[in-house]
């Protein structure tokens, strides 16, 4: 029997982690749209034969949240006994693996002597899929069928052979085949990649000793939380939020939840959110999941391994048939862009109550979706451009939110200008920061976004995918709310069309879209905060001089941009 050593057991967690990042650099690397080399919109991970997490790269933590559940669904289909050496799976089903269409999950496992001795897994999102609206994440789909091409658990490999028919059907069904037959290989190549590594290690240490450290690790992990766990004050915290409307209505929607404490486990229950609706903001349950699993160890502890036994202590009650746990067929191509930024909000939210001082305030709320594409009069192709943009995120207790950042769900980059005018019939007329969109505290929000795109030469299909346009994000503890989106377009004529949260239309060439995304809350009494940052932030631009005297009470003169300490002390004192 190997007895579990502390220092080998850091050791082994160190190697398995490196395997999934160098799985994650081979997939930014070899791939060939923009959305995943330059964006690393994609996501890797290291299971063992059980199906069991072990360890995940630092990519995007929605992807990272979910990935376990499609594991254990896809070998469900495709049981360990009936795989050969060689194969590899692909799905994208959302109700086996819980993201939406364009997310491609591709799942190897590694043979040893025709033992499965782990399984390696990515998932990348594509920026087609077919369906109704380039990108695949139309607002105004109504099943999961108008979403695009639903690929069930299959073999894309068999036996070391690329199943080159399945590829064939998959790519004639896409907008853009090009991209996706690349992504797919770098998809491919990325496994090899990790199979090679996940060899080495077991030929360095021994197959039964990196066995055993796989399992020790997800016990270890199970074993911190529960220490985690007792240190918290025990009690049911209650928190809401709400969706402004699911791109067919703009009806606002209930998320909820309950997050109960007690000495053994946590339970997160979002009994009391609204049914699930006939647009496309339905969050499957593995998604829910993903979000709630990132709420708690990010506050709780962030730095606790990500293993499939990190939240073992933790039930999540999702009912059947609502927004968080919707039933077939029910449309999700956008939940993952606002829905699950909302449940991380709202368990956070619930957090708060418990454990104050360690949750921020709320984000700018949104991935904010944006995807457009159609045929490129120059080259006579089709194009889909897919980007997300960052936000405001919130402050914290003793550091203001950063701008213009990816928040909570997502972790992508932006797509460098060069990349978008070179790729696609664009061009940037603006990329920037929103002033005056932080949420006042003594701790400021982030800045919203702004990116503004002329469509060239022709006449794309556009969705906008986004949230907070009335509802702005919370601030905390006095801090006040960040500012909200305020995305419009301007048509060739000049004439100006404000956009809602949610759309997908078609726009003439020559439209001038200008998308702006939402700041982060504050935290703590803005009247609190040093003159001095009030001061940098009107010098730097993010703030002027009346929203400096107006939500801080501080007087900075409009010209040397320097505070007016005696007037800043008396226009403080007269604030209640």
Known sequence: MIQTDPITLEVMRNAFQSVAEEMGAALIRTALSPNIKDRRDCSTGVYAASGELVAQAEHIPLHLGLMPSVVKSTLERFPISSLRPGDAIITNDPYVSGSHLPDICIISPLFIESRC??????????????????????????????EGLRIPPIRIKKQGQVDEELVTLITNNVRTSREALGDFQAQLAANNVGEQRLREIMAKYGQEVAEHYMDELISYSERQMLTRIKDLPAGTFTFEDYLEGDGLSEDPLTIRAAVTIDKQKITVDFTGSSPQTRGSVNCTRA??????????????????????????????ITPKGTIVNPEFPAPVSNANINTAQRIADVVLGALAQAIGEKVPAASSGSMGLFTIGGMNPHTRQYYSYVETYGGGQGALVNQDGMDGVHTNMTNTLNTPVEVIEIAYPLRVEKYGLVPNTEGPGRCRGGLGLTRELTVLDHSPTMTLGSDRLKIPPWGLQGGKAGGT??????????????????????????????????????YGDPKYRDPDRVAKDVREGFIDVRRAREQYGVVVDEHSGKVDLRATKILRSQIK
């Open 117 to 146: 001795v782990g399984i390696l897994c990515n998932l990348a999102h594509h920026v087609d899929i077919g369906g109704i609206a380039p990108g695949g994440m139309p607002t105004i789909s109504t099943e999961i069928f108008q």
């Open 485 to 522: 989106v305020g995305s419009f377009i301007e048509k060739p004529d000049g004439e100006r069309e404000m956009l809602p949260s949610k759309i997908t239309r078609t726009v003439e060439p020559g439209t001038l879209i200008v998308l702006r995304t939402a700041g982060g809350g504050g």
């Open 287 to 316: 998604v829910t999941l993903a979000c709630t699993f990132y709420a708690l160890k990010s506050a709780i502890d962030p730095e606790l391994p990500s293993t499939g036994g990190t939240f073992r202590p933790v039930e999540t």
